[in-house]
């Protein structure tokens, strides 16, 4: 079974994302096209152990050279460390401006690789295949590549956009729960932002017990691609609409800072982070249900008691977020549901009391 989304961007090229369970076949016919001998595969390193077969015996039909770098696990590999062995790793086997790089694991792989891919020689072709429903339905689409730096994550980088997307559920059979909901998060995301039909199949999958089944996600998987796809398609890089996208995030990045990038995953804090959102919403006039998202809310096992700082020093965390412009922060709120639009916050009293409503709600 397989399916495919055309990406159309109006800045950059465009490209295909194809889903479904085991691609070997559509993997084998779309490199069958490509003029190099010689192709490298960056992998995450439990994808590596668990999955290897079933990609290198796809790729090593085509692909005389094969050479695998492995990905440590984990977000600590978005570093500059790993950047540059990796980067050695690539230059030294001889990379060519034609050689293919398969950026094959979580967003951590995908950022990661890809910011090699659009680095090295100013840019050789990337593909994504994505192994996490995180990586699946968000940061294989749209382009954003890069590592961390002491000073923030994801500082460092370049939009760049791969040939081609090959979302394999397969690859999902050895996701542990903890990272479904990770991902899970983005797909409530889309079912606030733009389709709120997502959140009735997110429930129909956990009535029928298939929360952990791949190919029971596949049409969820597609749908919420094609939601980040449009809204990318739309705003390349970044000036307009594609902030929707960052529902929640805003509460989010300030959660994930004060858990130090470990204690809670960045699905956690998306997902508490939107519950600060829609309440934020509710005070300045929509009428959001929050238990659309709250609902959910057994899945997470989130607490964040020990989140020390005050309501006012999570304000002022906020402020130093990315995205915030002349100190002053902006949020995606609702209007309505599927109705989102940029709010810039002069009202700092309300933040405060979102903060202490959120931080009631996951005592
Ligand atoms: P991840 O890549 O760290 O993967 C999570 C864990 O799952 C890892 O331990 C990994 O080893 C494991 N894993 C991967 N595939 C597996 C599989 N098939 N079976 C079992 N285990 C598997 O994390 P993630 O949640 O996929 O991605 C998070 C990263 O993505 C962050 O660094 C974030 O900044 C980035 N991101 C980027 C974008 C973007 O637009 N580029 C968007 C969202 C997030
Ligand atoms: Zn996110």
Not at 307 to 312: G, Q, R, V
């Amino acid at each position: 079974m397989s399916d495919l989304i055309s990406v159309q961007t109006s800045t950059e090229k465009n490209y295909q994302l194809h889903f479904g369970h085991d691609l070997s076949d559509q993997l084998e016919f779309y490199i069958h096209s490509f003029s190099s001998k010689k192709a490298f595969v960056l992998v995450d390193a439990f994808v590596l152990e668990h999955h290897r077969l079933h990609f290198e015996s796809a790729l090593s039909k085509k692909f005389e050279e094969l050479h695998i770098f492995e990905i440590p696990r984990g977000e600590q590999a978005k570093s500059f460390n790993i950047y540059q062995k990796a980067l050695n790793f690539v230059l030294e086997k001889g990379v060519e401006r034609e050689t293919p790089l398969f950026a094959i694991g979580g967003g951590v792989t995908g950022d990661l690789a890809g910011f090699v891919a659009a680095t090295v020689l100013r840019g050789i072709p990337l593909i994504h295949i994505p192994t996490t429903l995180l990586a699946m339905v968000d940061s294989s689409i749209g382009g954003k590549t890069g590592i961390n730096h002491e000073v923030g994550k994801n500082l460092v980088g370049s939009f760049y956009q791969p040939e081609a997307v090959f979302a394999d559920v397969k690859y999902l059979e050895t996701l542990p729960h903890k990272e479904w909901v990770n991902g899970l998060s983005e797909v409530l995301k889309y079912g606030m932002i733009h389709s709120p039909e997502i959140l009735e199949q997110v429930n129909s999958l956990l009535e029928n017990d298939e929360f952990n089944n791949g190919k029971a996600w596949l049409p969820l998987i597609q749908k919420s691609a094609q939601i980040k796809t449009d809204i990318v398609a739309e705003d390349v890089l970044e000036s307009g609409k594609r902030a929707y996208l960052n529902f929640g995030h805003t509460f989010a990045h300030v959660i994930e800072k004060e858990g130090n990038y470990s204690k809670y995953s960045h699905g956690e804090a998306v997902y508490a982070g939107m519950i600060a959102a829609v309440y934020a919403s509710n005070e300045l006039g929509a009428e959001i249900d929050p238990s659309n998202l709250l609902q959910f809310k057994s899945l997470y096992e989130l607490s964040l008691n020990e989140i020390t700082s005050s309501p006012e020093e999570l304000v002022e965390f906020m402020k130093t977020d990315k995205k915030v412009k002349d100190e002053q922060i902006q949020l995606i709120l609702l209007q309505e549901p599927s109705f989102p639009y940029v709010h810039k916050i002069t009202e700092i009293e309300l933040i405060n009391q979102t903060w202490q409503h959120t931080l009631k709600i996951f005592q």
